[in-house]
T-cell receptor
Framework: DGGITQSPKYLFRKEGQNVTLSCEQN?????MYWYRQDPGQGLRLIYY???????QKGDIAEGYSVSREKKESFPLTVTSAQKNPTAFYLC?????????????FGPGTRLLVL | QQPVQSPQAVILREGEDAVINCSSS?????VHWYRQKHGEAPVFLMI?????EQKGHEKISASFNEKKQQSSLYLTASQLSYSGTYFC????????????FGGGTRLMVKP
């Protein structure tokens, strides 16, 4: 079955620690996205990539980094510079990066700070 | 600019109807509607394009008023499974498929 997988489901971060969230898709989609969702809030775009080896900052990129070395993978690193990382992180993909394209979401990773 | 959704929350009895609105301050090319169950990923419902028709999905339909930069989601004869948070994602004419999501509307359907 085609889809988007995210791991882990829950992740705990200590102060000053970098952590990496995994996102993999086997839909053969070109574009991938990372969103952050805070309790009772909408989704805010962190980073997006429309093609391999290329990515752009979204609205709240500070304290985060990404890479896109393979079409199917778009990992997100939450760095120690992100002072308030506790949130639900959602990865999404779309067939292309243009308009009209539907975005499909993975199951999410919940990040908690110890 | 984040679109504004209204109402923020609504409680229905099974079989009742509801309308959720999404308004933007900028010209829109498309509006995407998603439903999210608690702790789960948003699930795509439908997309409405500028100049396109009103869309429908089972008993859930939506409209897009380009001049008013608004979209409305209509849920008729609601079922328990309709409970969740509904989000609209809007796309401007030059946004390159960057969706801006509203704050969500929490819908609870009771027996």
């Amino acid at each position: 079955d085609g889809g988007i997988t995210q791991s882990p489901k829950y992740l705990f971060r200590k102060e000053g620690q970098n952590v990496t969230l995994s996102c993999e898709q086997n839909l053969n989609h070109d574009a991938m996205y990372w969103y952050r969702q805070d309790p009772g809030q909408g989704l805010r775009l962190i980073y997006y990539s429309q093609i391999v080896n290329d990515f752009q900052k979204g609205d709240i990129a500070e304290g985060y980094s990404v890479s896109r070395e393979k079409k199917e993978s778009f990992p997100l690193t939450v760095t120690s510079a992100q002072k308030n990382p506790t949130a639900f992180y959602l990865c999404a993909s779309s067939r292309q990066g243009g308009i009209q394209e539907t975005q499909y979401f993975g199951p999410g990773t919940r990040l908690l700070v110890l | 600019q984040q679109p504004v959704q209204s109402p923020q929350a609504v409680i229905l009895r099974e079989g009742e109807d509801a309308v959720i609105n999404c308004s933007s301050s900028k010209a829109l090319y498309s509006v995407h509607w998603y439903r999210q169950k608690h702790g789960e990923a948003p699930v795509f419902l439908m997309i409405l394009l500028k100049g396109g028709e009103q869309k429908g999905h089972e008993k859930i339909s939506a409209s897009f008023n380009e001049k008013k930069q608004q979209s409305s989601l209509y849920l008729t004869a609601s079922q328990l499974s309709y409970s969740g948070t509904y989000f609209c994602g809007t796309e401007g004419d030059n946004a390159g498929n960057m969706l801006t999501f509203g704050g969500g509307t929490r819908l609870m359907v009771k027996p």
